[in-house]
Every structure is written in structure tokens, then in C-alpha cells.
């Protein structure tokens, strides 16, 4: 291994070519344009027997390796959900490397046990989240909700599940949208529920669940025997970033006395902004939420900020105290390892404390503001444009749109969009992805990357409308 | 945020700061001296309104946070297993942090996908496991384990369960060894299998599970109308590093038709050595592995190494398939979202094609020999001190032991190498932790941190010593 003083060097090297990444990061095709097996077809089949130096390592990866990324940080990212890097950030990122720490236990690590219940206890605050939740940090969206899953298995069933395995006398059952995440069917396999307990609640014109429908699936699972167990309601969906009415949905949770899960993974940080709040009305009568930082607050992939109303049900469900994790504080502190499912952990707390300390609460105001009426400039202009249709809500800063030239049959216009799409994303500046709103290819447009500003845009609905020129040309 | 020229100035500050870090961290304390509260109780109750400056928050750093860490990377940490960084990881941390890639899809990340499966592969050769196996990097091993049970669980219901829940048909049951890692207890629980279905198989005088008991266990247990389902080996068990009889308990496995999960955390790092593969004869046998680089290769936490038999099986049991996660090369790339539970995923590899480069296979064998001579070493003068008592086979880089005047009661030595290791450990030189063999309070001492040579070992002889002679004086 290179010697202390050498990292030292090659460490300012990396800083170089980093802060030059940033600088040129829109020279870079936003979508990698390598096809499979392009990246491997270069690599050595073996590991190599001898040392081979940090140059000829940090060459590959300039030769190899970069061509093959896409560029999750260009402003040109307009794809899936961002997930935001910023400077501050990769900063802490550094040092946490640097720590090395795994911080299973308030032991192996009290700085990082204290600093993850504050940063807790300010994103809280700072998104108007109920006072009585308390958070933890987790890896994903899909781990929380998975965990909130079985937290409520664990609730109802008086954590004998845990204990004795399923009961046959107890068929529960899961609800959530039919536009809800793929977290959500995961979790119910692997928590043995079986997907086919899992209630897919029809939505309405704004993509959103229809309480109703919820509290029908409810009665008449009842009647035929089922044990409603947990609904998910879904603030920003990923197709489309419908919002479900959180409110009337509570209060059919209350009334059947079903565990509420709130699953805001992008939505969540928008409500910094008290114009925003409205989304979280009824949030105190959730068991549980999640949104994640790593979507949209500018800190690094993975954190996810878990709340839950009794910290104690969260516990139960998942502690696991063998002799050799006993210490003498076990009474006093938060051993983080308890509180979810994986026992060890990063130091994500520190991230979190340089970026919100360095942009401000204000300063990310700003920034989300100016992306969401950005969108909303955007979403007029679209709206002026007779070959073009806006096929859902326009919620914070994503656009759900397909060309629709008024000549082309219905069944061709997901072909010519899916071309439109491959266009401009082969062009290399921006980078977006589809999804399907009933049967129609849907190209999703998000602007919620870091540095995304209005130039890039403009930059985009350009690109749009080129490419769209070119491929209706061809029809 | 700042500029950015600005990061660039603050990251060089910071690559200053780390390798001072490094170079200085044998003055650090190795376990943190501060109580429940004294961190957090220095840190504002709300995040700030306003931007503050990086100067700010990194001078907080160093102030509040540096001396609430337990130093994972020091020489002296001896403690737990140890979660190794080394340079070359850093730097490739430094880079992974940059690019912010969320590698989900092979179409998210192509270099990243693809380097993962190289990688992989080059662990396969040089840790000698067999040929059929295929790899995908998991966070953490207690992660990798609840898949291989929730694969077992699939594969044996013919993937009914994801479907339709448990059958009380089927009453299914797990077997590992008493001294197995907590982590399988918990993976249990969340599967739903219920812990009561956890048989835990008595183990020999070397604390490896005896597989004639395992045998008697399933038999018996088949007699009973329960569905044996999966056995758990265990090679380098949390306590005291022993290693389950891998061929013996695979050729059961075999006769009765169970998943065979081998959890080889720490220990499996060791193979790389070829005087150490006879630990795992047997593994051709085995439908799952998961060893840890993060543990034993100089690989920053988090990063295990989860290899199947069958890779179909994996991928059924967790793939979803959404609208918006659906690209042009599914069918030609592999997208590791269905090889695990989140969906969400760091560009791991990356860290791991920079050490295993950078140290060659031969650097990593030449240091693994030494600390396992080091701690051998050690073992003979221990041996050789009247007042203390090996109490574990010793095994790879770690020593079981106790201090045992023979002038003292048996039920006041627990306390008296309590108080020991409390010394110990207050004196901030090393860290050590404790478990314990039939009721014995016992000291664990391992040796497999990246800097940790003799001289660390030689000083943590005369500690003990001092410490033991200071503490019997009281007695």
C-alpha cells in the first residue's frame, strides 16, 4: 500500500480532478452512450498478483470508467429522481471515509449515534413533521418502508410473528395505491405477507388514491374474512408525482385501526416550504414516514430519514442484543443497530450536518422555489404547444407530457414518443425517462438536480421540440 | 453553497487533514472517552436559517465530533471485527462521492454494473470459491443472509410465498449453531419464519457446531411434521472466530435437500491464503456465501460480497419490474436491483477495484501472514503466563482469554477481567471488546485492523499485563 505522505499527494490529485468534474460536468453526455459489455470487455479477467500504482489505477478509471457512468450530478439530469450530490456533501463524504467509523452502537461511535438524533430532530423541524415522531437514518426509501411493514406486522400481532412465525387465523392485508412505488410489493414478499394480499386501490384523474375505494377494499375485506393490516399512502408518486389525499386517508386508518405508512421518499423535502405543508395534513396520525435527503436535499446517496410514532414498537420488532454487542451504556443511549435491519452502519449523520448547516434552511427555500416555478414556466409553454399534452398534474418540479400532433393514431403516439425520447437523450445534454399513465408512454421531465437552473430548461424544451420536429417529420 | 473553486480549496484542506489524520491517529484515544450526552449536548436544538461557512462547521468537526469517535482506523483497534479502510479505498471513496451515482439499472450506471460483475469475479479466483458461483456486492452481511433465507423460502415454496403468503402447511425451520451471528436471528424474524423455528445446534469444545447434532436436529424434527429448510454454517463465528465443519455439515444438507447459507463475514477474507482454504471444502455444496471485504480487505464499510449457486433463484425472488424501471437492454445487461432487497444502490465496486490493484493479491496475503503470525506470537506468550487462561482455539488473527490468578472464585473472575478490560480500554492505546464461553467472561482480542503490526500487539501485552496486575492487587 502507498505510504501516508503518497495518499496525501494523490488524494490533492483527486481534489483536482473533482473540482474540474464539477466545472466541465456539461461537457459530459448525460446518459452514457456505452452499450453492454463495452466496460467489462476491458477489464482484466484476474486480479492482478502484484501492486500496480494509484497513477496507473486513476488512468483506468479516466479511460474506463467514466465513459460508462451516467452523470447523476450534470444539471442535464432530468431523469427517474435525482439523487443530489452537493459540495458540502462530498466533503463530509471525504471525511467520513477518512473515520472509516461503523456506527452500529452509540459505542463504536457516540459522535455519530448524538449527531444522527439531532439531524433527526432538525429535518423534523424544518419540515413541519409532528413534533411526537422520532427518526432514524436509513439506507433507503424501500428498507423503510419495508421496515415499517414489519414494525406493523410485529404491532398487530403481538409480536408473535416474530416469535412463532404466521398464523394461519390471520390473513392480513396491505393497501396502497395502484400507483405506489415497487418498494411497496417488495416489502410485502419479503415481510411473507404475499403479494397477492396486497390491495391495489384505484386511483383518480390526478393519479392519486381514491379514499373511498380504500375504505370500500377495507370494509369488504373485513367481510370476507381478511385482517386489514397497513396502508400506504404515497406523497409524489414515482410515475407520475401524484399526491394522495394524506388526510382522508388517516382518518380511514383511524377508523379501521390500521397501521399508516407515508411513503414521501421525493415529495417530502418539499415541505420545507410552508406552501408545501398541505401535503403532510393529517401526518400525525401516521405510524410511520419517509423521505429521503438523497432525493432532494442535496446530500448524498443513501440517506433516508425515517419517523415513526413509537420509537418502542420500532425497537421491539428489530433488537437483537447478543454478549458481545453488550455495553455498559446500553440504558442510556440510542444503539442505532436496533432500529432497523441491517446491524451495521455508516456515518450519514455527518453529511446531513454540512449540508444543512452550509446551504441554510433559507438557502434550500430558495433553490426549491426557483425549480418549482422554473417547471411551472416550463409546463406553460407546453401548455401553449398544440402538439403537446400534459398528461398529469403539474406537482413541484416534474412534467408527465407526450407529443400528440392530433394525426397520428393513438397507438402510434407511444412509438413516436418513445423515439422522441431516445433522441434527445442520445443528443447528451439532458437525460429523461418514461413511464405509463393509462397506456400512454408518458415522458417524465424532473428538474430537481442540484445545479438544474432555468437555462437548462430552456436548454431542454428546445431539445423537445427539435427532436420532435425530426420524428413527426418521419410519420 | 459555495463555489466551485471554493470546494476545491476546502477538499484540499480537508486531504490535509485526513492524512495528518492518518498520520497522527495513533494519538487519538482509541475509544471514545465521552459519556451519553456530551455531544449532543453541544449541538443546537434547530438547523440554522442562514448559510454558515465551511470553516464554521469544519472547525465544529474537529471540536465536537473528532472526539466522540471511536477510531475504527487506528492501529490499536482491536475491538468487535474491524471495518478496514485503507488509501487506495479513500481515494476511490473520494471519486464515488463525486460522481453520486444511484447504480439501481444497469442504464443508471453501466461502468458501475459492470465493474461489480468483474469484480466480482476477481474475488471469486483469488478467494478460491467455486466456479459456478456468481457474485453481487450487498451492504452488509446481515443483509446478504436475509436474502439467502428469503431465497430459500422461495425456492422451497416454489415462489408461493411471495404470492400468497405462508402456508401452515408448512412449518418451516432454520438451524445454526449456537454461537452463530445475531444477524440470523434477526433474519428469521423478518422473514417470518418466527424465531421459535430457529434451532440452534450445540456446539464442540472448539465452539463449532457438531454436525451429528444437526443431523439428530432436522431428523427429529422431521419426525415432528416440521419442513427443515436451511442451515446456516458459520465460518469465523462474532465470539471466538470458530469455524463450522463446512464438508460434514454439507454433506447433511445434501442428504436432507437444505439450502446451505455459509456466513464467513470476517473469516473469509482468509482464503486468499491457500494454507486457508481448507475452511471452505464443502462450499461447492453451498447455494449461498456472503463474506465482507469491509471486514479483512482494506475496504471501506460498506461492502460484502454475497455469491449463489443458482443466481435465477435470487433474481426471481426479489425482481419487480415497473414501467418506470424498464429500459431497451434488460434482457442483455444485469440490473442489481433484483439481486437484493433495496432498490437504490452506491457505486460499491469501484473501492474495491482500487485495493485490490493497488495492494496486488500478493500484498494482501503478505499482511494477512503477518498478522496471523503476530497473533500467534502473542498466543504462545499468553500461553506461557500462568495468570491466564486461552479460552478458544485460536484461529486466524484473534485471541480468547482470560485472566485467572487461581487464587479467585469463579463467579468473582467474570468481574475482575471486566474491570480489566475497562482499564484497558480507558487507557485509549487499543480497544478491545468482550463475549462470552460458558457463562466465562472472556476478552477478545483481534488483530486485523490495515496498520496493526507487532509493535500494536507488544504494546497491548504490556497493557494487559499492567492492567491485570493492577486490578488482582485489588482483589
Given at each position: ?131 411526537h415522531f422520532t427518526g432514524v437514518i436509513q439506507d433507503t426509501a424501500s428498507t423503510a418502508t419495508l421496515c415499517a411493514l414489519i414494525s406493523a406486522r410485529e404491532m398487530r400481532s403481538c409480536f408473535t410473528i416474530n416469535q412463532h412465525g404466521f398464523d394461519p387465523q390471520n390473513k392480513y392485508r396491505i393497501y396502497c395505491s395502484a400507483e405506489a412505488h415497487s418498494s411497496v410489493d417488495k416489502a410485502v414478499r419479503i415481510a411473507g405477507f404475499g403479494h397477492n394480499n396486497l390491495v391495489k386501490i384505484p386511483v383518480d384523474e390526478t393519479l392519486a388514491m381514491i379514499p373511498g375505494k380504500l375504505d370500500d377494499a377495507v370494509r369488504e375485506d373485513i367481510y370476507r374474512g381478511f385482517t386489514p393490516l397497513a396502508v400506504i399512502a404515497t406523497l409524489g408518486t414515482t410515475g407520475t408525482m401524484a399526491i394522495d389525499p394524506l388526510k382522508t386517508i388517516a382518518s380511514i386508518t383511524q377508523l379501521h385501526n390500521l397501521w399508516l405508512h407515508v411513503d ?212
Amino acid at each position: 500500500m502507498i505510504s501516508t505522505e503518497e495518499f496525501r499527494e494523490y488524494a490533492h490529485q483527486m481534489v483536482d480532478w473533482m473540482a474540474d468534474y464539477y466545472k466541465d460536468i456539461e461537457s459530459y453526455p448525460v446518459k452514457s452512450r456505452v452499450h453492454p459489455g463495452d466496460i467489462i470487455s476491458h477489464l482484466p479477467l484476474s486480479a492482478p498478483e502484484e501492486p500496480e500504482s494509484i497513477d496507473a489505477i486513476f488512468a483506468d478509471f479516466k479511460k474506463l470508467i467514466l465513459p460508462g457512468m451516467a452523470h447523476w450530478q450534470s444539471p442535464g439530469w432530468m431523469a427517474y429522481f435525482p439523487a443530489n450530490s452537493s459540495y458540502p456533501s462530498v466533503l463530509a463524504e471525504m471525511l467520513t471515509s477518512t473515520l472509516g467509523a461503523q456506527c452500529m452502537l452509540w459505542e463504536t461511535s457516540p459522535a455519530a449515534a448524538e449527531l444522527e438524533e439531532r439531524m433527526m430532530d432538525w429535518l423534523k423541524q424544518a419540515m413541519g413533521l409532528p413534533e411526537h415522531f422520532t427518526g432514524v437514518i436509513q439506507d433507503t426509501a424501500s428498507t423503510a418502508t419495508l421496515c415499517a411493514l414489519i414494525s406493523a406486522r410485529e404491532m398487530r400481532s403481538c409480536f408473535t410473528i416474530n416469535q412463532h412465525g404466521f398464523d394461519p387465523q390471520n390473513k392480513y392485508r396491505i393497501y396502497c395505491s395502484a400507483e405506489a412505488h415497487s418498494s411497496v410489493d417488495k416489502a410485502v414478499r419479503i415481510a411473507g405477507f404475499g403479494h397477492n394480499n396486497l390491495v391495489k386501490i384505484p386511483v383518480d384523474e390526478t393519479l392519486a388514491m381514491i379514499p373511498g375505494k380504500l375504505d370500500d377494499a377495507v370494509r369488504e375485506d373485513i367481510y370476507r374474512g381478511f385482517t386489514p393490516l397497513a396502508v400506504i399512502a404515497t406523497l409524489g408518486t414515482t410515475g407520475t408525482m401524484a399526491i394522495d389525499p394524506l388526510k382522508t386517508i388517516a382518518s380511514i386508518t383511524q377508523l379501521h385501526n390500521l397501521w399508516l405508512h407515508v411513503d414521501a421518499a421525493f415529495a417530502g423535502s418539499a415541505t420545507i416550504l410552508p406552501e408545501w405543508r398541505r401535503i403532510i395534513e393529517g401526518l400525525e396520525y401516521a405510524d410511520s414516514y419517509v423521505f429521503n435527503p438523497h432525493k432532494w436535499l442535496f446530500t448524498n446517496f443513501d440517506l433516508s430519514a425515517y419517523y415513526v410514532k413509537e420509537r418502542d414498537i420500532l425497537i421491539r420488532t428489530f433488537s437483537i442484543l447478543p454478549e458481545y454487542l453488550k455495553t455498559k451504556v446500553d440504558q442510556q443511549v440510542k444503539n442505532y443497530r436496533d432500529w432497523g435491519i441491517p446491524l451495521g452502519r455508516r456515518f450519514r449523520a455527518l453529511k446531513l450536518w454540512f449540508v444543512l448547516r452550509n446551504f441554510g434552511l433559507e438557502g434550500i427555500r430558495e433553490i426549491f422555489r426557483q425549480q418549482i416555478r422554473n417547471i411551472r414556466d416550463l409546463a406553460e409553454k407546453m401548455e401553449s404547444d398544440p402538439s403537446l399534452e400534459i398528461l398529469a398534474p403539474v406537482n413541484l418540479n416534474m412534467i408527465c407530457f407526450r407529443f400528440n400532433p392530433g394525426n397520428i393514431r393513438e397507438k402510434d403516439l407511444n412509438d413516436l414518443n418513445d423515439r422522441i425520447l431516445r433522441q434527445v437523450n442520445a443528443g447528451g445534454k439532458i437525460f429523461l425517462t418514461h413511464t405509463k399513465i393509462n397506456g400512454k408512454y408518458t415522458i417524465r421531465l424532473i428538474a430537481g438536480q442540484t445545479s438544474t437552473k432555468k437555462r437548462h430548461l430552456d436548454q431542454a424544451w428546445e431539445l423537445l421540440k427539435q427532436a420532435a420536429k425530426s420524428e413527426m417529420k418521419h410519420d
